[in-house]
Every structure is written in C-alpha cells, then in structure tokens.
C-alpha cells in the first residue's frame, strides 16, 4: 500500500489533511472539492501524517479512527496533548452515541459517522473554519529547548538553534513525544519527503547529526536509543 501523501489544490481559502486508508472514501472526497476552495492532503497511515500534522500552515484535520498502525483517537490525543490546536474533524464507523462523546471528550472539533456524503463533510469544514484561524501561537518545551509553531524556530535558553530540516523535524516530532518512545516507522516518516523511499540509515544518522547540535548547544536534553522501539527525548539534568 502506498503511504505517501497525495496533494490536491483547488485554492489557498482551507488547507486540510485527510488521514484516510480507504482508498474509495478519499477520492470520493477529491472528487467533491473540485468546485471547492480547498487545498487537500492525503496521507494514508499515522506515520505518514505527523510532520504535516503539526505544519503552520494547516488549517484542518480531517482523521479516521481506524488505520493500519493505530487508533486516530491516539494519535489526535497525542496532537491535543502536544499543544497543537489545529481543529479535528473526526471520521469513523463507529456510530455509537459513546463512540461520538468519547471522540469529542478526546479533543475533535467534530464527529462525523460513516458512511458520509462527500458534500456533508465539505460542509462541516466550512462550518468549523468559520470558528476563527485554526492554529493560535503554541509552544512545546523541553528542559531548555522551544519550539515556536508560528515561526518554527528552535531556541536553547532564548538563543536560536539553527537546524536543517530534517534535524528539525526530526526534533519536532520527539518534543511532541517527550517523555515517551516515539516508533521508528513514525520518525522515518518525518525524516523522509513525501513520495520518496527512505535511504539505508537515513534516520540513524539524522538522529546521529541531532546529538551532535543538541550537546554543541548546550541542550539539557538528549536522544536515547529505546531498543525494539525508537527514540526518546530526555532531560539530562
């Protein structure tokens, strides 16, 4: 199955993200914003979808609860946790009046059961982007690293890090996990572009390159190797 994302534009009114694997459900929705104002990507797992999840630039999620490598109901609890305030639109089969108030208490911005209408999701991200710009000024910290959303710069006690992108997401996406192992599959993901096969080792050494720019910088956190998993951030103090 390819993973990749699959970008469609229409206009620059709503930039959303559809984190969908049913290959039918995701066209069908393409197909409906060909008349819209809407800048569409498509991801199909949740490895494939934290870097763009957490982009600037993103007014919207749209998420499926039920993917290849997890629950979206994590994944959005993750995003929430993290800061990020992107508003989530909620999809699922599960139907269920508790399916729809444990999603919503979970932190979407709505719940919408399959099987839809394509025009009836369109709508309620009309209806959603109304509420105002989706993503305010947020923050992540860890020791003595922030990251800024608004500007996507890192800085070590108030001083700027300068980071290649890679480096940077990579650094993104274990701040949005500190504390806790962040899985491989989703790290490559982060450190690979859309459409691309990742190189042989190319996360071992983007993490590689990241120690060496985190100690230079005086960061008080560090990458430790969880075998069997991934990565995690740590404070070092």
């Known amino acids: 199955m390819d993973t990749g994302m699959t970008r469609i534009q229409t206009g620059d009114r709503l930039r959303i993200l559809l984190v969908e694997d049913n290959v039918g459900v995701a066209m069908s929705v393409m197909a409906a914003v060909d008349t819209e104002c809407f800048d569409i990507d498509w991801t199909q797992d949740l490895a ?29 609890h993750d995003l929430r946790r993290s800061g990020i305030k992107t508003p989530i639109l909620l999809i699922s089969a599960r139907a269920g009046l508790d399916d ?82 962040c899985p491989k599959a989703n790290l490559l993901s982060v450190c690979t572009a859309p459409g691309e096969q990742p190189a042989p080792n190319a996360l071992e050494a983007t993490v590689s390159r990241l120690r060496v720019t985190l100690q230079e910088a005086g960061a008080s956190v560090s990458i430790t190797t969880v075998r069997g998993i991934g990565y995690m951030l740590r404070p070092t103090n």
């Open 48 to 76: 494939s979808s934290v870097a763009r999840a957490i982009a600037p630039d993103l007014d919207m999620i749209v998420l499926d609860r039920g993917l290849p490598d997890g629950d979206g109901l994590d994944f959005m």
């Open 100 to 181: 729809r108030i444990q999603g919503l208490e979970a932190g979407a911005d709505d719940y919408l059961p399959k099987p839809f209408r394509p025009e009836e999701l369109l709508a309620r991200c009309r209806a959603v982007s109304r509420r105002g710009k989706a993503i305010d000024e947020w923050s992540m910290q860890a020791g003595n690293l922030r990251f800024r959303s608004d500007t996507w710069d890192v800085v070590v006690d108030g001083r700027p890090l300068a980071l290649t992108s890679s480096k940077l997401r990579l650094l993104v996406a274990l701040m949005q996990h500190k504390g806790r192992p």
